[in-house]
């Protein structure tokens, strides 16, 4: 059974600091990773894709990948009330990138002002 | 990216019917995917659907159950059939969009709720 697992929390974090989302998988062929974001009553919304190990940052977020370590973090910058979402790690499964892709629980993140 | 309109964005239906959820493109995809939200829950991949193929459908889903049609490479349906109050959830239809940096996009789903 292929799994992605996040701590579902809720972590809280005052504005202004820096929340950190983890994310761990079971199958060591996955080769693409997404960190989406949901805002209650409404669909994901991609945020960050990272392919290779290492960091890759786009404005207040930096996604890290560790493939030895089949792990995944989402590392948010200055945090807003307005990134006051569910943050859902996705993996593709499958050793081609199909854009198929196996969730984990989510972590329901709330940044209080 | 790609624009992905879903309808109906929500519906209420009687035990023991159908409901069919379409899902249109602004460009021609090769892969679609319906998933399935249950209440509180993360996302399940219902289905893989490809244009000219039968869906491909996940341990636990039958094509009986959640039919599927792909007519042409913008445009999808997903079928739930014999509908009970377990169906409700909501369902959503993904792309996949770009090269070897494939990323998929979502449409903005379907709650249905089951009476």
């Known amino acids: 059974q292929k799994e992605v697992e996040q701590n579902s929390g809720p972590l809280s974090v005052p504005e202004g600091a820096i929340a950190s989302l983890n994310c761990t998988y079971s199958?060591?062929?996955?080769?693409?990773f997404f960190w989406y974001r949901q805002y209650s009553g409404k669909s994901p919304e991609l945020i960050m894709s990272?392919?290779?190990?290492g960091d890759k940052e786009d404005g207040r977020f930096t996604a890290q990948l560790n493939k030895a370590s089949q792990y995944v973090s989402l590392l948010i910058r200055d945090s807003q009330p307005s990134d006051s979402a569910t943050y859902l790690c996705?993996?593709?499964?499958?050793?081609?990138?199909?854009?198929?892709?196996?969730f984990g629980q989510g972590t329901t993140l709330q940044v209080k002002p | 990216s790609a624009v992905i309109s879903q309808k109906p964005s929500r519906d209420i239906c009687q035990r023991g019917t159908s409901l069919t959820i379409q899902c249109q493109v602004d460009?021609?995809?090769?892969?679609m995917f319906w998933y399935r939200q249950q209440p509180g829950q993360s996302l399940t991949l219902i289905a893989t659907?490809?244009?000219?193929?039968?869906?491909?459908?996940e341990s636990g889903f039958v094509i009986d159950k959640f039919p599927i049609s792909r007519p042409n490479l913008t445009f999808s349906t997903l079928t739930v059939s014999n509908l009970s109050p377990e169906d409700s959830s909501i369902y959503l239809c993904?792309?996949?969009?770009?090269?070897?940096?494939?990323?998929?996009?979502f449409g903005q789903g379907t709650r249905l709720t089951v009476v």
């Open positions: 659907a490809n244009q000219g193929s039968e869906a491909t459908y």
């Open positions: 996705a993996v593709n499964p499958l050793p081609g990138n199909t854009g198929k892709l196996i």
């Open positions: 460009s021609q995809v090769t892969m």
């Open positions: 990272i392919y290779s190990n």
């Open positions: 993904s792309v996949a969009v770009g090269g070897a940096n494939t990323e998929a996009f």
């Open positions: 199958d060591r062929v996955s080769q693409s």
